[in-house]
């Protein structure tokens, strides 16, 4: 594979231009996160982005975050990397993923045991601060997506607050369901994220602002980011298209 460095800056900073500007045109006044999703992509190209100035990037497969967290080179030119895990997350591969360095974000909680295990994992670890993490909710009611249903989250988010003192709870994630065209219509998975985010804010006296909405990624960032997305999770549109992962890993795919 011949590593395309020039594309890749090129692809990055048309995202930061189509988001910057989709602010403007909504008059936000917070910028949302941009994270990278980095996935099957050699860390040449994360390198490159850190140097543009990037700092968030999303993995969804367990070993490889780990790998290219711990990479050397990665930790030597990328001081200020801020991981955020996307992927399917099983109990048993709790600790494997805690064991990734600077790990910021695990965005995939979908349940109340997982929660428990993640919080048992970072406590162990005696970090000095929590791990922030999001409950992801299942709005397309996808049976291959992962989440708790949407009328679920709320639940999971005060079982979250009551239950895991080592986690923080940063804010909701979706994947939803692929192939909406948003130049004619609204994405209903952004809708029903939203509607999520009401009842949580409702539920536990919060301000919207406290509660991000993970949403939006090559095909839709920029409407996600109109309909309230603090955070767009963007791979294809910076790094190009992925190669076909191998049938052995379909079981870790998560999209
Ligand atoms: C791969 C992936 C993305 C990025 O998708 P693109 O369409 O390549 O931008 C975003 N979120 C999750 C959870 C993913 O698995």
New binding site residues.
């Given amino acids: 594979m011949k590593m395309a460095d020039v594309d890749v800056v090129k692809g990055l900073l048309s995202v930061y231009a189509r988001i910057n500007s989709t602010c403007t045109k909504s008059n936000l006044n917070y910028k949302p996160r941009l994270v990278a999703?980095s996935?099957t992509k050699p860390k040449e190209m994360i390198i490159a982005c850190y140097e543009q100035g990037q700092r968030e990037f999303?993995e969804?497969y367990i070993q490889e975050l780990v790998d290219k967290s711990t990479d050397p080179i990665v930790l030597e030119k990328c001081p200020d990397i801020k991981w955020h895990f996307?992927?399917t997350l099983q109990r048993n591969k709790v600790t494997k993923l805690l064991s990734a360095t600077n790990l910021d974000v695990v965005?995939?909680i979908t349940s109340e045991k997982l929660a428990s295990a993640v919080n048992a994992g970072w406590e162990k670890l005696k970090k000095p601060e929590p791990l922030k993490i999001m409950v992801q909710v299942n709005t397309s009611r996808e049976e291959e997506k992962g989440g708790v249903d949407p009328e679920k989250c709320s639940e999971l988010v005060k079982y979250v607050k009551e239950n895991c003192p080592s986690l923080k709870f940063l804010g909701l994630m979706t994947?939803g369901m692929y192939g909406y065209d948003t130049s004619t219509i609204t994405n209903p998975d952004f809708l029903a994220l939203k509607a999520c985010r009401e009842t949580v804010c409702n539920n536990f006296e919060l301000e919207e602002s406290q509660v991000e909405l993970s949403m939006g990624?090559?095909?839709d960032?920029e409407q996600a980011i109109e309909l309230g997305s603090t955070s767009v999770?963007?791979?294809?549109?910076i790094?190009g298209e992925?190669a076909k992962k191998e049938p052995s890993s379909a079981a870790n795919q998560?999209?």
């Fill in positions: 999703v996935k999303g969804n996307i992927g965005e995939t994947i990624m090559s095909g960032f999770r963007v791979g294809t549109t790094f992925r998560n999209g």
